[in-house]
């Protein structure tokens, strides 16, 4: 088949087969950002998100500023911070010996020194009002990726069970595989990611939040337990952190006993937690980094937590995946474009130098989380003595060139991707 029969310079449907130039699958924050970069640069793209709405718990809800100021270089971050949101200064954690604050984001330099909390729903119906403005931008709700299309060793597009419950085939020049940790796309094409730090269990649940509460992110741990309270203006979003494996035999125990456990860490909930009366409102996320070695194939690229899943530690994951959206959209749209006008495929070195730029960055951040996992949390959660930070470790933190360094990493991480100034603001002319 030739690439001419494949792709199209507009988005169209013919023979049951939707034609695009790019076919973004997975409607996160990594993928939405993708597609309205792509869109606002004039190249055709369809994002296929598999559930019918962006409407689920317990995602992550943390925006961080790289992302703010992404969105602000777009002209969008104003827009965005008028719905509804809270924000976090900083990362303190309640030890024996009294409050512990690693990450203090309000003194680093931006114009956001903090993490925006927000609903994901909120974040990504935003996102995508803002691509749908665009008239080469499509979204498909409910798509269900079943397989990829491969022909002549390269990935041709996907085929796709809509909510129509009907077959149905997208045809594109590259696929992105942009569907979270545990990424279809990343096993129909072969890929195996590697693990990259020990695995542990967080149990995620709702609690009431009252007006006098504090701000912010609470951390407390105690003798083998973590747990953590997550500010989300109207409610706690509560995390217990547990061994890997124990949840079982937890779960057999009883809901009473996790209500029991909970709160000899934070007594202060103690008549809140009489809200969580059985399993059904408790989510288990499994703890884990991993990477794949290699991120793309001919026809093929995978970003954020389909190509390197992120541990929630620092809760970077999103901060990530958009980073990777961004370096994606700088490298592609221009190669992208010149595929859709001229009818040629894109070169494989393209996507190289995707998974080139963006790979650094993950492999730092991935190894700062392991260590933070390896010697705080998995020592937290194995030891019957109250957890203490090192007396050298609350020493450099007082060093103000040292200080900033959690922070940074945190707000921004190693060389972040930036959009390219003017470069995505000029196409604003092909707004429908």
């Known amino acids: 088949m030739s690439l001419t029969e494949a792709t199209g310079t507009r988005t169209n449907e013919g023979a049951g087969i939707l034609r695009t130039t790019c076919c973004v699958v997975g409607g996160g924050p990594g993928g939405a950002v993708l597609a309205l970069l792509l869109a606002r640069k004039g190249v055709d793209v369809t994002l296929l998100e598999a559930h019918p709405d962006f409407d689920r718990e317990f995602r992550g809800d943390t925006i961080h500023p790289s992302v703010m100021e992404i969105l602000d270089e777009l002209g969008l971050a104003d827009g965005l911070l008028k719905l509804r949101h809270s924000k976090v200064r900083n990362f303190t954690l309640q030890t024996a010996s009294g409050p512990f604050t690693p990450v203090n984001l309000s003194r680093l330099k931006t114009r956001f020194p903090y993490i925006t909390l927000m609903p994901q729903t909120s974040f990504l119906e935003f996102v995508t009002g803002e691509a749908a403005r665009y008239p080469n931008f499509r979204l498909?709700?409910?798509a269900r990726v079943k397989e990829l299309v491969e022909e002549g060793g390269a990935v041709r597009g996907v085929r796709y069970e809509g909510r129509d419950?009907?077959?149905?085939?997208?045809?594109?020049?590259?696929?992105v595989g942009a569907d979270g940790r545990g990424s279809r796309v990343r096993r129909l094409a072969g890929f195996e990611p590697k693990k990259t730090s020990p695995p542990m269990d967080v149990l995620w649940f709702k609690l009431p939040r009252e007006e006098e509460d504090p701000a912010g992110v609470v951390g407390r741990f105690g003798r083998g337990r973590i747990a953590v309270m997550l500010d989300r203006d109207d409610y706690w979003q509560a995390g217990y952190v547990i061994p890997k494996g124990t949840f079982p035999?937890?779960?057999h125990?009883?809901?009473g006993e996790l209500r029991r456990r909970f709160v000899e860490l934070i007594p202060e909930f103690a008549e809140r937690v009489g809200h969580l009366t059985e399993w059904k409102q408790v989510s288990l996320l499994s703890v884990e980094s991993s990477r794949c070695e290699r991120w793309y194939k001919p026809g093929l690229l995978l970003i954020g937590d389909a190509a390197h899943v992120m541990s929630p530690v620092g809760g970077v994951g999103i901060n990530y995946a958009i980073q990777d959206a961004v370096a994606a959209a700088n490298i592609l749209s221009g190669p992208l474009a010149e595929s859709q006008s001229r009818l040629t495929d894109l070169e494989v070195r393209y996507l190289a130098r995707v998974q080139l730029r963006r790979e650094l960055p993950t492999r730092a951040i991935q190894a700062a989380q392991s260590l933070v996992q390896r010697n705080?949390?998995?020592?937290?959660?194995h030891s019957d003595k109250p957890f203490e930070p090192p007396p050298i470790v609350r020493l450099l933190l007082r060093v103000p060139i040292v200080r900033d360094i959690p922070a940074r990493m945190v707000a921004f991480g190693l060389w972040p991707s930036w959009v390219k100034k003017g470069d995505y603001a000029a196409s604003a002319g092909s707004v429908a």
Do not use: I, K
């Open 140 to 142: 498909v709700m409910g």
């Open 165 to 175: 419950g009907e077959d149905h085939e997208v045809r594109s020049v590259l696929v």
């Open 249 to 251: 035999e937890l779960r």
């Open 253 to 255: 125990a009883g809901v």
């Open 376 to 381: 705080v949390l998995e020592t937290a959660l």
